[in-house]
């Protein structure tokens, strides 16, 4: 009996094509074209097409993607769903991936996959990154290892990979580990698990969660606008090893005093932040403060974990707990 897999269509470059009106790429393909340029797609398993939107994923919001985890719950706890597939735009795709895999429970696979090149290009690679998604879903290796993106022939997990090009089709990389396995042969080949990952139980999250970056010289005065804003969180993209420029200092005591969850991590692409400097500004420094640290997160995924966080307590002390708790 063949496995049954919910693809559902969201948009991305995936789904566009050029406009020659316009010289530019635009949401056009609908699921069943997408599907038509896999081959063979019907004899490897019976496919249920899901109709989310068609949208480029800047467009992609913070309440549009909780619609999404929605449908998704719905699809996998259908008793005859095996497995989910979602096509996503590249931009904000390892954001999505990341808040599901955070909010799922749930041993069957979940699967994100994308195109970075849109259907009028030569080398169009929605279909061999579909195809390869496909692969993924009906291996019986791919249960329990929590939400995958599947590009280029590489599996990674949600919670490490990275958009890490602006036009490369292997763009997607989990920098500090490599790969979870690869697609071979319409194969899916594990070279290792995920050794903790980590589950939220909660339905909604907290939208008014900021990120700054930092950078030489960096004030405080755009701190006020997140605290004049009534923001719940913040999430800080340090300097290295988890700094800041001293000058930024005062905002950040604003920001504490004001009940507001400050996050650090680190601007690096690898390596995790530590409270290892006392200078003012410096990580020892802020953890004194009670800024709290995302060891190797990324800022944009750290921020979605605190999203997450803040829709399931307001507890400080738990929220430094469920924040830190691989550091």
Avoid: W
Wanted: proline share 4%; aromatic share 6%; net charge negative.
């Amino acid at each position: 009996m063949k496995k049954r897999i919910a693809i559902i269509f969201t948009g991305g470059t995936i789904a566009m094509k050029i406009d020659p009106s316009i010289h530019a790429a635009i949401p056009a393909l609908n699921a069943e074209e997408i599907i038509g340029t896999v081959k063979n797609i019907q004899d490897m398993a019976e496919i249920k097409v899901v109709n989310f939107s068609n949208l480029p994923s800047p467009h992609i919001d913070l309440d549009i993607l909780m619609d999404l985890y929605s449908l998704v719950k719905a699809e996998i706890e259908d008793d005859k769903t095996d497995a989910v597939i979602i096509t996503h735009g590249t931009d904000t795709l390892e954001e999505t991936a990341y808040l599901l895999d955070l909010l799922l429970n749930t041993k069957k696979p979940v699967i994100l996959v994308g195109a970075m090149r849109n259907f009028s290009e030569l080398g169009y690679d929605g279909s061999s990154n579909l195809s390869a998604a496909i692969c993924t879903a009906l291996s019986p290796n791919s249960i329990d290892k929590g939400v995958l993106v599947v590009m280029n022939n590489e599996i990674n997990a949600a919670s490490e990979v990275t958009k890490t090009n602006t036009l490369s089709l292997d763009t997607f990389k989990s920098p500090e580990f490599g790969p979870l396995g690869i697609v071979d042969n319409d194969e899916a080949l594990y070279y290792r698990n995920i050794i903790q990952r980590q589950h939220i139980e909660t339905n909604k999250i907290e939208k008014r969660v900021g990120l700054l970056k930092c950078c030489a010289g960096m004030d405080a005065d755009i701190m006020d606008y997140y605290i004049n804003n009534n923001y719940k969180g913040l999430i800080i993209e340090a300097l290295g090893r988890g700094n800041v420029p001293p000058n930024l200092v005062p905002g950040i005591k604003r920001a504490l005093s004001n009940n507001m969850i400050v996050g650090l991590v680190s601007r690096c692409n690898t390596g995790r932040v530590l409270y290892t400097y006392g200078y003012e500004g410096g990580g020892k420094h802020l953890r004194n403060l009670g800024v709290i640290f995302g060891g190797n997160l990324p800022g944009q995924k750290a921020r979605i974990k605190l999203c997450a966080i803040l829709g399931y307590t307001q507890d400080k002390e738990e929220i430094k707990n469920l924040f830190e708790i691989n550091l």
